[in-house]
């Protein structure tokens, strides 16, 4: 089966003309850009959705994707409708684009580097996929793809171990919603998510942050089994903040902003959340707490977030301005990002934090490590001056302070 590609800028675009990358107009990319096509709707008719390798190299043509036929998920009319709003403008894209970042990571921390080619190709090209998609794949990060197995493999084994031995790291109020959670205590939109996952915070002391922060204070639960688990995963933190930052510093050249834009009180401190999550098959959960999601629609609350997924299953879809939900396939060795709900207040709307939600019709239970990077807890993030120059002039959205935006999210999240 051949597929057609859809790389034409679209209406996401929608600041056409407006110029960006320090006010040079946008040029076309050099550097060939790479798509990754599945749209869900196909794969669900076909059972299989592999792009062409011919058209789209970098389709893992080793996966298969054993799906049953799957009904469109049922959301009302009235929610299409609103979602097809300019609050969650997404382009009509049919593909995620897949960017090589390797001259922004070995480049961006040495300022007289900020007019190489190289690294100014990848900025168009980040520039693009969050005018567009929202998403993106990144290659060249740095990180090698043992490290991410290992991370998903340990995860892995946690999940597989027995319910009691897991509810040793519960998740409670008390915890500062730091540790495991079952399935189906996360709930989106009202409906409990198919998941199981641990959720790690930056750390909070006792009145780190006054009253803001209280719900969430203390550290993290950590399980003794597998036994490498903490030093593995601060190790893995560490290096996807670093990772992150330099995104960011990219996403900053992007939008024409300097290239510390996302430090100092935007997110020179900037809160890191990771949620490692298991998406078990269907026919494993009792049928009476049974959902067909995995995890809802939404969108990520911060900056940037880096997913890494299991190699072998398609469930990860992002839904494009027209309600088709797009598949992130994946990608081995990649990291799919995408931007959240503090860039679309901070760039006035200029990029858009996407829906997207998991869906795991597949016969293997799914594994996938969310890493969010987000301001400073603290911040108040606002749409900056000259992005509202760019964009009419009047800002969009009103403050919000990140940490309020998230503490709302996390008691709001969960039913235990
Ligand atoms: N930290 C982040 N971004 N977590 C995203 C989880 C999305 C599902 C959540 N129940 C919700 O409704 O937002
Ligand atoms: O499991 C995935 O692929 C994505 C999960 C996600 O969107 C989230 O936790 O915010
Ligand atoms: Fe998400």
């Avoid at 860039?343 to 869906?359: A, C, D, E, F």
Wanted: net charge negative.
């Amino acid at each position: 089966m051949r597929q057609s590609r859809c790389v034409g800028r679209s209406s996401r675009s929608h600041y056409s003309g407006q110029q960006h990358l320090h006010d040079t107009p946008t040029p076309k990319p050099k550097t060939k850009q790479e798509k990754v096509l599945c749209t869900a709707s196909q794969y669900r008719a076909h059972g299989c959705m592999i792009a062409d390798p011919a058209v789209t190299p970098l389709t893992s043509p080793h996966l298969t994707c054993h799906r049953p036929p799957y009904p469109e998920p049922q959301i009302p009319l009235c929610s299409r409708v609103s979602l097809a709003s300019p609050n969650n403008m997404g382009s009509d894209f049919k593909a995620i684009p897949l960017i090589d970042i390797s001259p922004l990571v070995e480049k961006i921390d040495d300022p007289a580097m900020a007019g190489d080619e190289g690294l100014l190709d990848v900025v168009r090209m980040l520039d693009d996929a969050c005018r567009e998609a929202g998403f993106f794949y990144v290659k060249g990060h740095g990180i090698s793809e043992s490290l991410m197995t290992e991370v998903r493999d340990i995860t892995r084994k946690f999940f597989h171990l027995p319910r009691e031995e897991k509810l040793k790291i519960k998740m409670t109020p008390q915890s500062g919603y730091r540790g495991y959670q079952r399935v189906g205590e996360n709930v989106t939109k009202g409906k409990p998510d198919m998941h199981e996952a641990i959720d790690c915070y930056t750390p909070i002391e006792p009145g780190r942050y006054g009253d803001l922060a209280k719900p969430m204070e203390g550290s993290n639960l950590w399980p003794d089994y597998p036994s490498n688990f903490d030093a593995l995963l601060e190790n893995y933190i560490s290096l996807l903040r670093d990772l992150s930052r330099k995104i960011m510093r990219g996403i900053a050249l992007a939008l024409g902003a300097p290239l510390d834009a996302f430090e100092g009180g935007v997110a020179g401190d900037a809160f890191w959340v990771l949620r490692l999550i298991g998406y078990p098959i269907s026919d494993d959960i009792p049928q009476e707490e049974r959902t067909d999601i995995g995890c809802g629609a939404h969108t990520d609350y911060g900056l940037l977030t880096l997913v890494n997924q299991d190699d072998d299953i398609c469930a990860l879809e992002v839904r494009n301005q027209s309600g088709e939900w797009i598949y992130a396939k994946p990608v081995p060795g990649t990291f799919v990002c995408n931007i959240g709900d503090m860039l679309k207040v901070w760039s006035n709307g200029i990029y858009q934090p996407t829906l997207h939600r998991v869906v795991n019709n597949s016969p293997r239970y799914r594994v996938s490590v969310a890493f969010f990077y987000e301001s400073n807890f603290d911040a108040a993030v606002e749409p900056v001056e000259f992005c509202r120059e760019k964009t009419g002039g009047v800002a969009k959205y009103e403050k919000v302070v990140y940490g309020e935006h998230l503490v709302q999210k996390v008691l709001t999240n969960f039913v235990m």
